[in-house]
């Protein structure tokens, strides 16, 4: 199956770089607004025969336009939301708590899953959620699916699940509003990045020894 995880468009706690992962969440700014207009266009290429979004409204508006372009439903589901911040909610995403956040999710990446995110989810029942969807949207028989979800599940769930990046590849990596990572493979026999933000992505191998680096907020969305 062919993955295509897409980051929602840009929203106001975007702009203020802050830990907003709390459901519903906010809506689209206006740039947010012409981004979502923009993916039909940057996703021509793609046969898209399944499009999801999760429960936070700034996904459901960046997939609306996709969807009304390929005739599509969007299938909502709350296992592609961002990981949600916890004690840490609405608190400067550049701040000493925003990199705790980040640390957080890429300690689970390397595989220290047990780790809690104070006062919010550890990252066994992340990727748990995350991964139920993914198989979900691969037993559906689709052959190209696309996942709207959020920058900092995204780049988390890619640097597990993804023989080929690892820890200081995605924590380097910050992913822009709408920016894609398209994967390929099946949770049976694993997954391989083929493109990240439209730049191919090579074998990095899994470098968790490397740690998490990296900005805390465009990420987190």
Do not use: C
């Amino acid at each position: 199956m062919r993955l295509l995880l897409v980051r929602h468009g840009q929203t106001p706690s975007n702009v203020e770089y802050l830990l907003d992962t709390a459901i519903p969440g906010p809506g689209l700014t206006a740039l947010g607004e012409q981004q979502a207009a923009a993916l039909p266009e940057a996703l021509a290429d793609e046969d898209i025969e399944a499009l999801y979004a999760s429960t936070l409204i700034r996904t459901q508006l960046t997939a609306a336009p996709l969807a009304a372009a390929r005739g599509l439903d969007v299938i909502v589901r709350d296992g592609i939301r961002e990981v949600f911040a916890g004690d840490l909610e609405m608190l400067d995403g550049h701040s000493p708590q925003g990199h705790l956040y980040m640390e957080t999710i890429f300690a689970w990446s390397a595989g220290d899953t047990g780790r809690r995110m104070p006062g919010g989810e550890n990252g066994t029942e992340v990727l748990a959620r995350y991964d139920a969807v993914v198989t979900e949207a691969a037993d559906s028989g689709a052959r190209t699916v696309a996942l709207v979800s959020h920058g900092a599940a995204i780049r988390m769930w890619t640097a597990a699940r993804a023989d080929n990046v690892d820890v200081a590849f995605a924590a380097a990596r910050p992913l822009d509003n709408t920016g894609v990572v398209i994967l390929e493979g099946s949770p049976a026999d694993g997954w391989k990045a083929l493109s990240w933000a439209g730049a191919v992505v090579e074998s990095t191998g899994r470098g968790a020894e490397a740690g998490p680096t990296g900005r805390p907020l465009d990420e987190v969305e």
